[in-house]
């Protein structure tokens, strides 16, 4: 498969996810043997689209958007330097397989016609002491990855 096909795909995974989970998504793809002189932007069926230009590599641009953003974000990669660098300005960073899992669990739910509130009706929490808690960075990712 050619770049432009699997960018396609993601795009059209990533609209189903955000079609059933109600949530904003914006995508950074590197444009740098392009030759582009300025960053690109485009929109995917409510999906906003960010092309790096020419030298440019796209994690410079999830690295603006999380010290723009901060602590509104969640952030998908399994770049190191890009996840400590996210995490370090507030944001919310998921590795690239634990949204895959996501998403991949949101199309098997749309496929089956499963709703959120299915989900959550045979589900309750277990009571923890204070001694169990999580550190907050863990509860923070674990609330937004409810969310997600």
Request: charged fraction near 40%.
């Given at each position: ?6 960018r396609e795909?993601?795009?059209k ?5 955000r ?10 793809f590197?444009a740098t043997g ?7 932007a ?9 092309f790096?230009?020419?030298g440019?590599?796209?994690?410079a641009?999830i690295?603006?958007?999380?010290r ?6 969640t ?9 400590g660098?996210?995490?370090n300005a ?9 949204f895959?899992?996501l ?7 749309d496929?089956?016609?499963v709703?959120?509130?299915?989900d959550?009706?045979?589900?309750k ?15 923070k ?8």
């Amino acid at each position: 498969m050619d770049i432009e096909a699997e960018r396609e795909d993601l795009l059209k995974r990533l609209d189903l996810y955000r079609r059933i989970k109600r949530v904003s998504i914006t995508v950074v793809f590197d444009a740098t043997g392009t030759g582009n002189l300025r960053r690109g932007a485009d929109k995917y069926k409510g999906i906003k689209i960010i092309f790096s230009r020419g030298g440019e590599e796209a994690d410079a641009i999830i690295k603006d958007m999380a010290r723009e953003g901060g602590t509104g974000l969640t952030i998908v990669t399994s770049d190191r330097d890009v996840a400590g660098f996210s995490e370090n300005a507030g944001a919310v960073v998921i590795s690239s397989p634990e949204f895959a899992e996501l998403l991949y669990m949101a199309e098997y739910a749309d496929m089956k016609g499963v709703t959120e509130d299915d989900d959550e009706e045979g589900i309750k929490d277990k009571k923890k002491g204070p001694a169990r808690r999580n550190p907050r960075k863990e509860r923070k990712k674990a609330g937004r990855l409810k969310k997600l």
